[in-house]
């Protein structure tokens, strides 16, 4: 897929893996529209992709508002022209027993993780309907294909997030949008900055974040006729 000029919208943008993804597409002539809840991580990132001659447009937004993100759709494509490619890679994780877990934790797993890509999605599909074309990358884990101890709630948000993205997928094809679920094994990112430390899991089989956007990218180069369902990989 050639990106050049065409719009690619990435949530999550100023952490971890979404900002990878955002720096390994600096040099692909795409105006990259850039997500994330933190002005200072979208300023260090957006200026980081313009040192690497990339064009960055930065949107402090919280995904889980719905009217928020409506608003970036219109922002967005104002900014970077029509957004072409969906990268939702915000998310986050709360680790614990199932009886020790707050109902606050559960709320902020599944607003964040499964609701708000549904409302990013929703936003920017409606846009790229009427032009017919249009590529969507729901960004899930290995925990979206099997259960985790200690995973109850995480698994839950992104089994919906499966399910939400081979549903769309399914109607989509008929205005040739394609919809893939990314599903990497842990990564060794932030995304596990905010757990104490005894409830951090190993890192030993973590895949770093660089060989996890590998994987986006893999996806991004292939032809406008093919479409992967399903893209899973993990650590050994």
């Given at each position: 897929?050639?990106?050049?000029?065409?719009?690619?919208?990435?949530?999550?943008?100023?952490?971890?893996?979404?900002?990878e993804?955002?720096?390994?597409?600096?040099?692909?002539?795409?105006?990259?529209?850039?997500?994330?809840r933190?002005?200072?991580?979208?300023?260090?990132?957006?200026?980081?992709?313009?040192?690497?001659?990339?064009?960055?447009?930065?949107?402090?937004?919280?995904?889980?508002?719905?009217?928020?993100?409506?608003?970036?759709?219109?922002?967005a494509?104002?900014?970077?022209?029509?957004?072409?490619v969906?990268?939702?890679?915000?998310?986050l994780?709360?680790?614990?027993?199932?009886?020790?877990?707050?109902?606050?934790?559960?709320?902020?797993?599944?607003?964040?993780?499964?609701?708000?890509?549904?409302f990013?999605?929703?936003?920017?599909?409606?846009?790229?309907?009427?032009?017919?074309?249009?590529?969507?990358?729901?960004?899930?884990?290995?925990?979206?294909?099997?259960?985790?101890?200690?995973?109850?709630?995480?698994?839950?948000?992104?089994?919906?997030?499966?399910?939400?993205?081979?549903?769309?997928?399914?109607?989509?094809?008929?205005?040739?949008?394609?919809?893939?679920?990314f599903?990497?094994?842990?990564?060794?990112?932030?995304?596990?900055?905010?757990?104490?430390?005894?409830?951090?899991?190993?890192?030993g089989?973590?895949?770093?974040?660089?060989?996890?956007?590998?994987?986006?990218?893999?996806?991004?180069?292939?032809?406008?006729?093919?479409?992967?369902?399903?893209?899973?990989?993990?650590?050994?």
């Open positions: 897929m050639d990106l050049r000029d065409k719009g690619v919208l990435i949530t999550g943008a100023g952490r971890g893996l979404g900002r993804i955002a720096l390994r597409l600096a040099g692909s002539g795409a105006n990259l529209a850039l997500v994330s933190t002005d200072e991580d979208l300023k260090e990132v957006s200026e980081k992709v313009k040192e690497l001659n990339g064009k960055a447009f930065a949107f402090a937004v919280d995904i889980r508002d719905e009217a928020a993100v409506y608003q970036l759709s219109v922002n494509e104002r900014g970077c022209g029509p957004i072409e969906v990268i939702n890679s915000a998310g994780g709360r680790y614990n027993a199932l009886e020790l877990l707050t109902p606050g934790e559960i709320h902020e797993m599944i607003d964040t993780n499964l609701k708000g890509t549904i990013t999605t929703q936003a920017i599909y409606q846009r790229m309907r009427p032009r017919a074309s249009g590529l969507i990358v729901n960004v899930l884990s290995t925990a979206g294909r099997e259960g985790k101890a200690r995973e109850t709630a995480y698994c839950a948000s992104k089994w919906g997030v499966m399910g939400f993205s081979k549903a769309l997928a399914l109607e989509a094809r008929k205005y040739g949008i394609r919809v893939t679920a599903c990497p094994g842990g990564m060794d990112t932030p995304f596990w900055d905010h757990e104490p430390e005894e409830r951090q899991p190993s890192k089989r973590f895949l770093s974040a660089e060989v996890a956007a590998e994987g986006i990218l893999q996806i991004l180069s292939l032809p406008e006729n093919v479409e992967i369902p399903e893209y899973a990989m993990r650590g050994l």
